[in-house]
């Protein structure tokens, strides 16, 4: 989870805060780019695999995210007995949202013999708003 870079920007924001402050995070889905969205044919292997994978979630349809082949997630955009239209660009590619994070609380994890600590292994508990 650490390795989320959404998650590490939380870990930083809240290091060095003390327990009632707040602090603002923006995070940026990147530039949106019209090379990666691709309309497929409804008989390509890929499309194929992905209809047997999504049919216990009532199929391909228009909004539902799926998993491709190499790994990467794309949103249906639409999709016709011919052809589906897939996008995908990062969930909030062209978009910056801004969140604000208030430190509620300061958990410090057990010590050596399950007693707390100061300082090492302290986590910090924030909400989102």
Do not use: C
């Not at 349809?61 to 639409?78: K, R, T």
């Not at 007995?81 to 897939?86: H, P």
């Not at 996008?87 to 208030?102: P, Q, S």
């Amino acid at each position: 989870m650490m390795g989320n870079r959404l998650f590490q920007g939380f870990d930083e924001a809240v290091r060095g805060m003390a327990v009632g402050q707040t602090t603002v995070l923006e995070a940026s889905g990147g530039e949106w780019r019209r090379e990666l969205m691709f309309t497929v044919p409804r008989d390509h292997p890929e499309v194929q695999r992905l209809e047997g994978r999504y049919k216990n979630h009532g199929g391909l349809a228009a909004g539902l995210v799926v998993e491709l082949a190499n790994g990467g997630m794309a949103v249906i955009l639409q999709a016709t007995d011919q052809e589906v239209q897939l996008d995908a660009n990062n969930m909030l590619a062209g978009k910056t949202f801004t969140i604000e994070l208030e430190l509620v609380g300061i958990d410090n994890g057990p010590g050596p013999e399950g007693e707390g600590t100061e300082g090492e292994g302290e986590t910090a508990a924030a909400t989102a708003n």
